[in-house]
């Protein structure tokens, strides 16, 4: 027998794997098969290649993790019916360390980070935790009882309850912890009908009787839930098949077959098995091609088992033939859960202070017709043991637990309504309500975001970057420029020569600090291509880059300055870097007041000799130190895009700037600035109102959309030029013309 050991920890994406008590090796296949990925997505594989890698008659596997990652473990490995398997399962509570900074960095960023995240998955996983509702739909034919339940769930009377269909519109309830329910009625456009604050039955059915009424949004308590995170919705559905409008049958379909997130509470009248064959049969479908997780996300509730006759019918046949008709429409091995929530919603509403034990008859006669038919049901479940519903339903262990607890401290109290009401099986459905969103809807969107993070970062290290270098000579303003692309003083900026080494500034894709095993990598596959020497002179740093270059893999070479007389290396490691070509993209920096000197002329023509065929971006900056009302930034710009061509550069993209302004912008935004940087700062603001920098853009690069600032440090960012020039950079990281995309 081999001994198989896996512990998998989806907080930091790592899984270990013994052998005979021996930890596998790098080069086992198993160890490359799980190295750095998600259970998911090595789990179904397994199986076969465990038995390639040990030949063996049985395995004994032990799994340390989570609960939920076991069900998937569990799922893949008992599928394999060639080998036996002897599986066993140890709950490991992590430490959840780097997954808990993770979350709450999420947490604390969820309003500006999904546009700049590129991958679709990671997106849905934030959007899940920024938007973090869990809907459950209560669905089933006419008559079943579904509104009666929803009633029974809420402990109020408040969604019509009739012997015929009496559901015309879609009601959703949203919790919150206010008793009072609110209440907005829709048309079939969205157009409010009608709202109200003091919510009721009554109000709720005038609702239903308005044939004009399609949707009804409701806010107040669920009382049996108490989640830390995620708001629960109750979604009471008409049956699409006594409804005039397909759209209701739309959504249904669509909660079933495209809502991995909601939960199915689909409800069969235990006198009447007459059910809809279409949603039973998409039900069928999901829970054939999905998991446990899709299987656990439907549960039929079988109501009106009341009605039954303990003394002439056994419960279990009753059951037994709703599990054979729900075979019969494809629905394997179903949870079903019976329930009586008529008798449950009574006792918490019309009998809520009444004391049964010491009813005399002629209280009784005082009672209202409702509760007068409720007291022989609680008879009937507190009388017969067959009659105690929450017997065939299976709950998890802890849920379980709670359950005999209540039950025995019922009995120990001789509280014959709260037998009643675990035994009408409305207190399981409850439990299992709870359990599936904590485990599902919670515990599974902050793994799966903590896992994606992971798989995110080692795919954003493993994506080719898109390099920049950027060449000026002396005080151009090249470290100011790139601490405004970047948002961070990251490079030194003072009026002199003050770069000596070759900088190397790489994006990180999130900005968090606490992921140093990922920068780290990042700053390796920074230098791994530059020749050693170079690569030995180089600092590199990682960083996130706070704008429109935001989730971009790109990493900036800021170069020293040419004609820093001081130190001749400087012209030297840049002229070596110009001539390794190993980068995408030239960015040179030209300071707006001295343009057209001897040492911008020199280095020019340098750069023209051996630039061979890599694209320039030619940034004239510091144009905040311009006159705005004697100079004309079109003219300046247009005199030295003449003067560039001269030089041989053909069509060259000239962008005048300023880095101080976009700069002193992105760092408001961050931080309070001190008085003298806010100083500059309005009078940067009230400088480029002035300026016609968007002008010049507007008519020279007329495809650079660039949508107004909704406050004045947004709106400098556009007119100081600064988000012009990261959309043209952008748009060269994405392919330019070669994609599609245009910058002229």
């Not at 209560?138 to 079943?144: D, E, F, L, P, T």
């Not at 009424?213 to 108490?226: D, E, N």
């Not at 009995?411 to 599902?440: F, L």
């Not at 007119?719 to 994609?739: D, Q």
Request: charged share 30%; hydrophobic share 35%.
């Amino acid at each position: 027998m081999a001994q198989i050991y896996i512990q998998y920890n989806p907080y930091r994406l790592e899984t270990t794997i013994k052998i005979d008590g021996q930890e596998i090796s790098p080069d086992n296949k198993l160890y490359q098969n799980v190295e750095k990925k998600r259970l998911r997505d090595w789990v179904d594989a397994f199986p076969e290649l465990l038995k390639t890698e040990i030949t063996a008659d049985e395995y004994e596997i032990q799994y340390n993790g989570t609960e939920l990652d076991w069900e998937f473990v569990q799922e893949a490995l008992e599928k394999n019916t060639s080998a036996k398997m002897k599986l066993s399962f140890v709950e490991t509570n992590f430490n959840l360390d780097m997954g808990g900074n993770i979350l709450d960095y999420f947490m604390s960023v969820q309003d500006n980070i999904v546009d700049n995240c590129k991958d679709f998955e990671l997106r849905k996983a934030i959007n899940r935790i920024r938007n973090p509702i869990g809907s459950i739909y209560v669905i089933g034919a006419s008559g079943a009882g579904k509104s009666t339940l929803i009633n029974a769930l809420l402990r109020n009377r408040i969604m019509p309850c009739q012997s015929a269909a009496c559901t015309t519109a879609m009601i959703k309830l949203f919790h919150d912890k206010k008793s009072e329910y609110t209440a907005v009625a829709y048309n079939e456009e969205g157009e409010v009908i009608e709202e109200t604050d003091e919510t009721d039955y009554e109000v709720v059915k005038a609702f239903h009787d308005n044939p004009e009424v399609y949707r009804i949004k409701m806010q107040g308590k669920i009382p049996f839930l108490r989640l830390d995170s995620t708001i629960p919705v109750l979604v009471d559905t008409p049956n699409p098949n006594h409804v005039k409008n397909q759209k209701y049958r739309d959504t249904i379909l669509n909660a079933i077959r495209n809502d991995d997130d909601c939960l199915i509470l689909y409800v069969l009248d235990g006198a009447r098995l007459y059910e809809d064959a279409e949603l039973l049969h998409s039900i069928a479908e999901q829970m054939e091609k999905g998991g446990n997780q899709t299987r656990s996300r439907f549960l039929f509730v079988i109501n009106k088992m009341d009605t039954c006759n303990p003394e002439e019918e056994k419960i279990e046949e009753v059951i037994e033939t709703a599990r054979r008709f729900l075979r019969s429409v494809g629905i394997k091995d179903p949870q079903i859960f019976p329930c009586s929530a008529f008798t449950a919603l009574n006792i918490r509403t019309t009998l809520k202070n009444v004391d049964i034990n010491k009813l005399t008859r002629e209280n009784e006669k005082r009672l209202s017709i409702a509760a007068r038919d409720t007291i022989p049901m609680i008879d009937k479940l507190t009388s017969f043991e067959s009659m105690h519903l929450e017997q065939y339903a299976k709950l998890p262990k802890a849920a379980q637990k709670d359950l005999d607890s209540g039950i025995q401290q019922a009995n120990q109290r001789e509280d014959i309504k709260m037998q009643a009401m675990i035994h009408s099986g409305i207190h399981s459905i409850e439990s299992y309500i709870v359990s599936y969103m904590k485990k599902y809807m919670e515990t599974k969107r902050t793994k799966d975001l903590i896992e994606l993070f992971h798989v995110y970062h080692r795919h954003f290290i493993d994506t080719e970057s898109y390099k920049i270098l950027v060449t000026a000579t002396m005080s151009a303003g090249k470290s100011t420029f790139i601490n405004a692309l970047v948002g961070k003083n990251i490079c030194l900026s003072r009026n002199m020569a003050c770069t000596s080494k070759l900088h190397s500034i790489v994006s990180k894709p999130f900005d968090t600090d606490f992921t140093f095993e990922y920068d780290y990598a990042l700053s390796l596959a920074a230098n791994k291509e530059k020749e050693q020497e170079i690569a030995n002179k180089t600092v590199v740093r990682t960083v996130y880059y706070d704008g429109i270059l935001a989730g971009q893999r790109l990493i900036i070479n800021d170069s020293p300055g040419v004609n820093f007389s001081g130190d001749a290396e400087h012209q030297q490691i840049t002229d070596r870097m110009i001539d390794a070509g190993n980068y995408q993209l030239m960015i040179y920096l030209m300071n707006a007041t001295q343009l057209g000197t001897n040492d911008d002329d020199a280095h020019l023509d340098y750069v023209k000799k051996h630039i061979g065929g890599q694209p320039v971006l030619f940034v004239m900056n510091k144009v905040d130190a311009f006159n705005e009302d004697e100079e004309d930034i079109e003219s300046i710009a247009l005199k030295q895009i003449r003067r560039l061509e001269a030089k041989g550069f053909h069509d060259p993209l000239v962008c005048p700037v300023s880095a101080r302004a976009g700069f002193l912008a992105k760092k408001a935004k961050e931080e309070e600035l001190g008085r003298m940087e806010q100083r500059e700062l309005n009078n940067m603001v009230d400088k480029f109102e002035q300026m016609n920098i968007v002008d010049y853009y507007t008519k020279y690069y007329p495809d650079l959309a660039i949508p107004d600032g909704e406050d004045e440090e947004k709106q400098l960012l556009k007119t100081c030029g600064i988000s012009y020039v990261e959309t043209i950079i952008k748009t060269f990281c994405e392919g330019g013309c070669v994609h599609g995309t245009s910058i002229r």
